[in-house]
């Protein structure tokens, strides 16, 4: 990429990847990094769909599980752990937040408390002191969530390297004595990965990997769900939509996932660009989410709409067809729950909110301001909202 187009990128990614889409001759659009990205929404909802291009292992896991069978048992094993273990979560939730300052820094102040919320589930009380107090430091200090700055990543590095050497301790010792139910994500990864196709290193760092996908986002889906409400609702009532209602439009909005990709499995024309075999081809669900058309309004940012069954379009924060993220569900009862929390009997506002991200993990809030103020007196009179 050239220098310009790096700035023109770092300005705003989305509008850049608009651009590209709407000068491309083709709907397979060169990206200047390397590779195509599918413009067209229905063409996009095909490839991500149509078994032709979802066959084999998927490449969220990358080589570390040996077929795909074992990734969908060891995807459906976490997610029905977490789907378990929910309560849990609500209470600390409940913690957390009543210690969240009335003024904090976003996204990051949203990342501890997201983190802090799922810490016990992803390694139980239980586990060793320093294999906990590792995985904190990882997720303040640059493991989990992209470091900024070079000698950051360089300090990340080191730390990452000292949580995996504890987690695979911790790997082997669970495997000489395993736990008849799953206490955290560990064991639930453990209960699927056997010790002759899974090494114990290997499995560590399949738990870190994991972790990482559930933390991150979560929390930076809740930051820009916090950041668009408070941004297109600035009057002192309470917001008018349900917090299920404003987490599937900011979910829709700025969708956390940059690009979804596939491997092209033999030689093909699509969308007016030939392919080889081994080549890959990207969607974007920011683009699919504001296809005009497929959406009413899609530059508008109505929490309402999801009340309309007529204004709903190809929604893929999520994936979708064979490699749909198993724990989709989930994922959007823990942002709901975590959006409840924050604004119950409290009014939130944002100073220096900005609706273009910055890609660092997907596609994560510009950092801003949130103040939290208590609302006195009355019931609460927030709307709920769930799956």
Excluded at 14 to 23: A, G
Excluded at 113 to 130: D, E
Excluded at 147 to 165: D, N
Aim: hydrophobic share 35%; net charge positive; proline share 9%.
């Amino acid at each position: 990429m050239r220098p310009g187009e790096k700035c023109r990128f770092r300005r705003d990614p989305l509008e850049y990847i608009d651009n590209l889409c709407r000068s491309s001759a083709t709907q397979a659009i060169r990206l200047p990094w390397g590779g195509y990205c599918v413009g067209d929404a229905d063409l996009a909802q095909t490839l991500l769909r149509d078994p032709e291009y979802n066959t084999g292992k998927s490449r969220f896991f990358n080589e570390l599980l040996p077929t795909r069978q074992t990734q969908v048992e060891v995807g459906h094993a976490v997610r029905n752990f977490l789907r378990a273990s929910l309560p849990q979560y609500s209470a600390e939730l409940g913690r957390a937040v009543a210690e969240l300052p009335a003024v904090s820094r976003w996204p990051s102040a949203g990342n501890m408390l997201v983190h802090r919320c799922l810490a016990n589930l992803l390694l139980h009380p239980g586990s060793t002191v320093r294999t906990r107090r590792l995985a904190d430091q990882a997720a303040r200090k640059g493991v989990f969530f992209h470091a900024p700055r070079t000698w950051q990543r360089a300090r990340a590095e080191v730390l990452r390297a000292q949580l995996i050497s504890a987690l695979t301790e911790q790997v082997r010792n669970r495997r000489e004595s395993p736990a008849s139910e799953p206490r955290d994500v560990l064991d639930a990864v453990l209960g699927v990965c056997r010790p002759a196709e899974v090494t114990d290193r290997t499995a560590a760092e399949l738990h870190l990997m994991m972790s990482r996908a559930i933390v991150v986002p979560i929390s930076a889906s809740l930051a820009w769900s916090v950041l668009l409400a408070c941004l297109h609702h600035t009057s002192d009532t309470p917001w008018p939509w349900p917090a299920d209602q404003i987490v599937r439009e900011s979910l829709r909005y700025r969708p956390t996932p940059w690009m979804l990709g596939r491997t092209i499995p033999h030689p093909v024309d699509i969308g007016g660009v030939s392919f080889q075999p081994g080549e890959l081809l990207s969607v974007s669900p920011y683009l699919m989410h504001h296809t005009e058309g497929q959406w009413t309004a899609p530059e508008a940012f109505r929490p309402d709409r999801w009340s309309e069954p007529d204004e709903h379009g190809h929604y893929v924060t999520f994936g979708a067809g064979p490699y749909t993220c198993p724990g989709a569900a989930v994922a959007q009862t823990l942002l709901t729950d975590s959006l409840n929390a924050l604004i119950r009997n409290a009014r939130l506002t944002v100073i220096g909110g900005d609706t273009r991200p910055v890609m660092a993990e997907g596609s994560v809030p510009r950092p801003f301001t949130l103040h939290r103020t208590p609302r006195c007196g009355g019931p609460d009179t927030t709307p709920q909202g769930g799956e």
